[in-house]
């Protein structure tokens, strides 16, 4: 893992001594944490890198939309507790043959076309790490997020 970046020391137009303060607030909830806890959300959860070389979805997209499909299928806001129990039992069901079928060796679902383009983007900027500076790194990884 690369070293934690830290705050530039003056930015143009900035306070500089609030950038330091955010870079600090950063670091330590999302980078390293503190000798007393380790950070609040590690770089092994939400890191670019990590993501894309587990090969896991970059977003919450797929849990958006189950909790869309559940919600048109009880078409209610507030259900009862039986109907949503048996609604979710349902589901299971369905999600558990799903489960199967890949265990069984069928492929995934296919990302679209315009998804898996920008995942090779972030994998091949991902191995050209190292020959780019720090700056130029995240500025191309914030074009293609």
Known sequence: MRRPLCAPAETPGSDSEELKELGHWFEENYVCGTCSRPAKYSPEFWSSEIVSAMNVPRTQNSAEAWHHHINQIIDKK???????????????IINESEIDKMICGSPPEKKRKKYAIKDDKIKKLIELRNDLSEVKYLKEMAKLM
């Open 78 to 92: 507030k259900p009862g507790f039986y109907l949503l129990i048996k609604e979710l039992i349902k589901e299971t």
